[in-house]
T-cell receptor, first 113, second 112 residues
Framework: AAGVIQSPRHLIKEKRETATLKCYPIPRHDTVYWYQQGPGQDPQFLISFYEKMQSDKGSIPDRFSAQQFSDYHSELNMSSLELGDSALYFC????????????FGPGTRLTVL | DAKTTQPTSMDCAEGRAANLPCNHS???????VYWYRQIHSQGPQYIIHGLKNNETNEMASLIITEDRKSSTLILPHATLRDTAVYYC?????????????FGAGTTVTVRA
């Protein structure tokens, strides 16, 4: 079965640079979630989108923004990168009405030097 | 948010059943219990969920107590590939979607 696709899988950036992470949900899924997992930490919710509208924000820095496009894929834009942004970034998708079980992608490992 | 409490770690022998407990004493009536696992640095993997009845799928069984204040995830025949961090999560309803609040899960090590 098709799964959530994330790209790139690995990304290395310098401080103060910008990064864009992409997420392609499971076909027919209408909701996308972004999570951040720092080294040795548990995943933390950042933001979610339902039908291309932002649903809610968690602990997402103002330097980050995200959107969901008409084809339901989502992009997380990160500006003025800091060393502390180094983490795994997971995208998950779900289908509203299907008990909204979230299925996660393999993640993007962002390293900020 | 309903909080969950899990053991920090547990070992299991390969081929034996692994029983993972979770306490969620403040769970409300319409909140589901979800279990996910994360194998080292991979994306969390959905295992099973339930409301009040026991559930079983190809991966595991979920036993929820009658008062819903605790549950147990059962991996019937643990293999080395089941070594992972297991998260018990009570789903928080949030308008049209449901964010997952990951707490400190249980690190399960399956030994040969």
């Amino acid at each position: 079965a098709a799964g959530v696709i994330q790209s790139p899988r690995h990304l290395i950036k310098e401080k103060r640079e910008t990064a864009t992470l992409k997420c392609y949900p499971i076909p027919r899924h209408d909701t996308v979630y972004w999570y951040q997992q720092g080294p040795g930490q548990d995943p933390q919710f950042l933001i979610s989108f339902y039908e291309k509208m932002q649903s809610d924000k968690g602990s997402i820095p103002d330097r980050f923004s995200a959107q969901q496009f008409s084809d339901y894929h989502s992009e997380l834009n990160m500006s003025s990168l800091e060393l502390g942004d180094s983490a795994l970034y997971f995208c998950a998708s779900s289908l509203v009405g299907n008990l909204d079980t979230q299925y996660f992608g393999p993640g993007t490992r962002l390293t900020v030097l | 948010d309903a909080k969950t409490t899990q053991p920090t770690s547990m070992d299991c022998a390969e081929g034996r059943a692994a029983n993972l407990p979770c306490n969620h004493s403040t769970i409300s009536g319409n909140e589901y219990v979800y279990w996910y696992r994360q194998i080292h640095s991979q994306g969390p993997q959905y295992i099973i969920h339930g409301l009040k009845n026991n559930e079983t799928n190809e991966m595991a069984s979920l036993i929820i107590t009658e008062d819903r204040k605790s549950s147990t995830l059962i991996l019937p025949h643990a293999t080395l590939r089941d070594t992972a961090v297991y998260y018990c999560i009570v789903r928080v309803p949030l308008r049209n979607d449901y964010k997952l609040s990951f707490g400190a899960g249980t690190t399960v090590t399956v030994r040969a």
